[in-house]
DNA sequence: AGATAATTGAACCCGCGGGTTAAAAATGTA
DNA sequence: TACATTTTTAACCCGCGGGTTCAATTATCT
């Protein structure tokens, strides 16, 4: 109302100066960590200065805990877009794996931004209490997924919907979060686009086996290669 | 031979002040990443002093590469104990998961030092040239899991020994690694005695159903509910 | 216009922490 | 004993970087 009025007016506009900090910060708090970042950094990519960083953000760790908040929400907003309305069971559990590991493939900033909560214990995480119910949204799709497949006799009544969630992030995650390390190691074969594809359609075979009540569909669902399908 | 002879006889013994320092630096490094540790917190640990931590590893960066080589040596070494000699291969491939799942469970250090590599886009690993004699043999004793469970008929002839153990390594990883998030997020639930042995027997579920021809044996193999077994 | 509040710039402060200097003990050699 | 080398201590240096001061500018309201 008035305040929109306003903004339409000014020449100086907070709300696009405290977007333009937020965007270089989180780029470089991805990069860096907490303590390896330099304001001064962050303030040579903005329009802005260092100044006006501590003029909107108090300190470094405010400005931090607003670049995680800001990154999950945009990230947590994105999987919103994934509707597996009328999907069978057994589909649908198939088409959130496979979107969740190319989300977090194409997120790689909020992924380093996880990393290195989890450095710091989640310390920050904590506070953001506005997550909970992000979270539990995830779940619930899981959850929603699970109930259809027992329903419908085609998954396990046995299994637990956090764990599920536990096994496709694990495999999401790790593909994204340790491919430094992994490929310094052994290669970076599994990386290119054929790379990704395997891991993916491994993925994808080795969650339905651990949730399919008669795993013999298996290889009608998830041919291991499809080239034979 | 002389050396020996004189450490036997000296007070001051440069090989275990540099372990003294070595092992509190692989904690501190471990808690707080290269840039968050001080390094007067690290002589504070140690029986020593900051100025014989420069004396004997000439700065903070060289020190972090110490610790990381002699971490990464001995958990690698940890792993040679593991014996799968004779084993049927189905039978030594998820002797390999869970000891890898407990091994690094009782390695949070280490984990936690390839975070921070990874958060580094590993630059500093990719130093350490003794590493790949490790890494071979760990894809080795995969690869003769796989030979062996191909030619015994039993595992798929299609399978990446680096993809298969792309996929114990993600699950061993983030088990440890994204604790903190996970649990924040999502609850402890997973992370007591009851949750990791889920976790554990779902991901071997799981991994053997990808390499497996016959995805019939698997409930014979692992049933997802032991209880029932 | 003039009062008031929001926004910005330039310069500054200061303590933390990585790294050094210099010289003293401890050890070894002849 | 004299002398060289290695190990250790205590005190110091100094620049980087988080955070501040203060005044100038810009916008809003009446």
Redesign the pocket.
């Known amino acids: 109302m008035?305040t929109r009025e306003?903004s339409r007016?000014?020449?100086?506009n907070?709300e696009a100066?405290k977007a333009d900090i937020l965007r270089v910060a989180r780029a470089e708090f991805a990069r860096s960590g907490l303590s390896g970042?330099?304001?001064?950094d962050i303030a040579a990519g903005t329009k802005?200065?260092?100044?006006?960083i501590?003029?909107y953000f108090q300190?470094?760790?405010s400005l931090y805990e607003a670049v995680l908040e800001d990154c999950y929400a945009e990230v947590r907003g994105g999987e919103s877009e994934l509707d597996l309305e009328g999907l069978r069971p057994d589909v649908a559990l198939r088409a959130l794996l496979e979107f969740t590991f190319d989300h977090h493939s194409r997120n790689p900033e909020f992924i380093r931004l996880v990393m290195i909560e989890n450095i710091h214990e989640a310390r920050h995480m904590q506070k953001m209490h506005a997550l909970a119910a992000k979270n539990e949204r995830a779940i619930g799709v899981v959850e929603r997924i699970c109930k259809a497949g027992c329903e419908a006799g085609l998954f396990r009544e046995d299994i637990s919907p956090v764990a599920l969630h536990w096994q496709i992030s694990a495999v999401s995650f790790f593909n994204v979060a340790n491919r430094a390390t992994f490929s310094t190691n052994f290669g970076p074969e599994l990386f290119d686009e054929a790379g990704q594809a395997l891991l993916r359609r491994t993925a994808v075979r080795g969650i339905l086996a651990s949730v399919l009540k008669d795993v013999s569909q298996l290889d009608a669902l998830c041919p291991a290669d499809p080239s034979l399908a």
Do not use: A, G, L
């Not at 007016?9 to 100086?12: D, E, G, R, S």
């Not at 970042?37 to 001064?40: D, F, H, P, Q, Y």
């Not at 802005?48 to 006006?52: E, H, Y």
């Open positions: 008035e306003k007016k000014w020449k100086q907070p100066v970042t330099r304001i001064e802005t200065s260092k100044r006006m501590f003029y300190d470094k760790q």
